[in-house]
């Protein structure tokens, strides 16, 4: 144990004292707070632009109002639903229904200075000014109805912003109908009372008996949570896999350039600097990774501490965290997967004298890589399809699916089968992988001799 | 007397078809300086890694102490590969240090004995230096250093002398002195043969995966005998001329002025003997000088001419002193 700590002791103080590390380390809060802070700005500083509606009366104008104020409703809406599936008291509901005010109106109609276009035209290119209740500014936009009246024309010198004609289309839309159930000679609102009658669809899971007297049978955050967990916990797994990569790769290079292996195995034997390599990279992982999780963690409270009643959001996800029927397979899984690629990729490492050759190996593992995460991506979108039972059995998915399938309950003889099935595999490829390191290291076996690596060492083993 | 350092019983080699080594046997004493010698490619680096554990051998058998190598015997032995490697990023008081733990030392020991031996080695102003920023001789001699830290019973030296000037090899050559002065069994291979002359108390020499010699020096200057070297005027011939007064000249392939021949001197004659004979028979002699016995004149006795050129080939000009 004393020499596993010592390789790990170095080669994590190794990677840890490197400029690369801290910088990868501040990079993720970082590149989260400015493309955080960029969005809210980018938000906030969006301007408002004033447009004007040519007609006689205020039909169009009316309507395109109209649906702006619908949108704030919409907004208004989705916030009591968010509230609906929080655990909050009635007054904690209520300053969240009253906290949650629309954005403010990028788009604020102003009466038009012109009623021709070509009047209009220098009020368009900015050469004069409207006056509205932000002051003077550009007519971003005029909506002029055509000559024949087959259509409301949108004119603007800046073509590319359309959420103003989408805006209008939605709302002629909506003029249409409306004069269409008018002139059959039902009441404008006839759809919306038709579909405010519809029979509601709500959801409730179904429980036993017992849980569902003391939980009730509504669906809430705390029935979600355990998917979002596994979900994030598979990818966490991936993401972590993904980051060994050239870590272990260069390592081992490093270690073979520098021709250190004969001095390394005088002190330790192959099996404790293996597993102290493995260790250290799977401490500077974690080390990322966790960092990352508090301060992910950290924003995430803050953000819900901003909430009237927002600790209660957080508190689904925790509970599924600490779940034993996630986290235990979750944990088991996290580890078996890491030895499984970890060890296939120091191995390969070993093997290789230059970092130009271990990029030539970079390509098939991110597609061998890249093949968890479409398990993972269609497990999260349908985790009952069989092609992620089928693909759950296969080693290399087996650790990324097993923790996803964990929420939905997979019988407990697959579960244990697929354990089993992904320790044999990690053992073997363990196996395996000291043999190689050992070709690499010790022999100076290189890529081009990988074969013969494995065919000496089955024909040994039948001999 | 304690168990002997090493014992390798007839071990033996390959890859695929090339027999790297072939039948070695080989005894270090406690207590010895071994020079272990041969060309490139004589096997010699291979045993040494067979007898660290670090290759296992086709047959045969290895003991160090009496136990086959295993890292707890292991502690006890000091090991300078020939491929010389450091993690680069490391200080040398960390480098130190850290292959002292390795080998059993606390880290107060090793930190302690770290900054003794760079102090004394004259790189006490390198403790905080990065082993990317030295000189190649400068990060060989923290290597050396990282071998004897832990005070090893048993150093094991691959081409310790090799990259390294003459001034460097001269430490180092004071240094292991010192260490065999402590206690130290040391077995170093070289094919600089003059450091195994000043070193050594016993060579084996290898060639083509085989030992060809096993001895000490006196023994080695034996096997080859004594012998003159008579220069004559192109065309003479010398052997003919001294057959009759019983004295074996064969023709050396030294350059200079006339034929070289080397006389094969028998016990109870001299050098001088030679000379008045080839003055005798009417040689033309145009250079004499007596024979000084030289290991790689041994060496070339031993495995021939091919070999021999192989080994001195390797050996770059003024890298002995």
Known sequence: ?463 | MGLPPLVMDHVTKRFGAFTAVNDLSLEVPEGAIIGFLGPNGAGKSTSLRMALGVMQPDSGAVSLFGKPPEIATLKRVGFLPEERGLYKKMTTRATIEHFARLKGLSARDARARAIELLDMSGLGEFKATRISKLSKGMAQKVQILSTLAHRPDFLILDEPFSGLDPVNQQILEDLIRAEHDRGATILFSTHVMEHAERLCDRIVMMARGRKVFDGTLDNAFNALGQGARIAVSEGFDLAAALAPKGFEAQRAPDKGLGDAWRISLRPGTGAQDALRAAIEAGAPIVGFAPEEARLRDVFVSLVGEADAAALFEATPAGEAV
């Open chain 1, 1 to 463: 144990m004393r020499n596993i700590y010592l390789i790990f002791r170095r080669d994590y103080l190794g990677y840890v004292k490197a400029w690369g590390f801290w910088l990868s380390l501040a990079a993720v809060p970082l590149f989260m707070l400015i493309g955080g802070a960029f969005a809210a700005f980018a938000a906030k500083s969006s301007p408002v632009r004033y447009y004007a509606v040519v007609e006689s009366g205020s039909v169009y104008a009316d309507a395109i109002d109209a649906e702006f104020a619908r949108d704030e409703e919409d907004i208004g809406n989705q916030a009591r639903e968010m509230a609906e599936g929080m655990e909050l008291t009635d007054a904690q509901r209520d300053q969240l229904e009253n906290s949650s005010v629309a954005p403010s109106r990028k788009f604020i109609r102003v009466p038009a200075p012109a009623t021709a276009i070509d009047d209009l035209r220098p009020y368009l290119l900015g050469q004069q000014l409207v006056s509205g209740p932000l002051g003077d500014k550009p007519l971003f936009a005029v909506f002029i109805p055509s000559s024949d009246g087959a259509s409301l024309e949108y004119w603007s010198d800046d073509v590319s912003v359309s959420a103003l004609r989408w805006q209008a289309e939605n709302a002629m839309r909506r003029l249409a109908r409306q004069q269409a159930l008018g002139e059959a000679g039902l009441d404008a609102d006839f759809l919306e009372t038709v579909d405010g009658g519809a029979l509601k669809v709500p959801a409730h899971r179904i429980r036993t008996v017992a849980n569902q007297t003391t939980t009730g049978s509504k669906v809430t955050m705390a029935d979600k949570a355990p998917v979002y967990v596994s979900v994030g916990l598979a990818y966490f797994l991936w993401l972590m896999i993904f980051s060994i990569i050239q870590y272990l790769l260069m390592g081992t290079i490093e270690e073979r350039s520098n021709k250190i292996f004969d001095t390394l195995l005088t002190s330790v034997k192959l099996e404790e600097l293996l597993a102290g390599k493995l260790l250290a990279v799977f401490a500077v992982t974690s080390t990322m990774m966790v960092s990352w999780g508090l301060f992910a963690l950290g924003t995430s409270l803050f953000a819900t501490s901003q909430i009237p009643g927002g600790a209660s959001l957080l508190s689904p996800f925790l509970s599924a965290l600490a779940n034993p029927a996630i986290i235990v397979p979750g944990l088991i899984s996290f580890l078996l997967g890491y030895v499984m690629y970890g060890m296939i990729f120091m191995a390969l490492g070993s093997l290789c004298d230059t970092i130009q050759e271990a990029q030539t190996l970079l390509s098939p593992m991110m597609i061998l890589l890249m093949l968890p995460m479409f398990a993972i991506f269609i497990a999260f979108q349908d985790p009952g399809s069989p092609v992620i039972d089928i693909a759950s059995w296969i080693p290399v998915f087996t650790p990324f699916l097993l923790i996803l399938r964990m929420p939905h309950n997979p019988p407990m003889w697959e579960i244990i089968a697929q354990m089993l099935i992904m320790a044999v595999t990690a053992a073997t490829i363990l196996w395996l992988a000291t043999k190689v390191y050992r070709a690499g290291a010790i022999h100076g076996a290189g890529i081009g001799d990988l074969g013969g690596v494995f065919k000496r060492l089955f024909s040994r083993k039948k001999g």
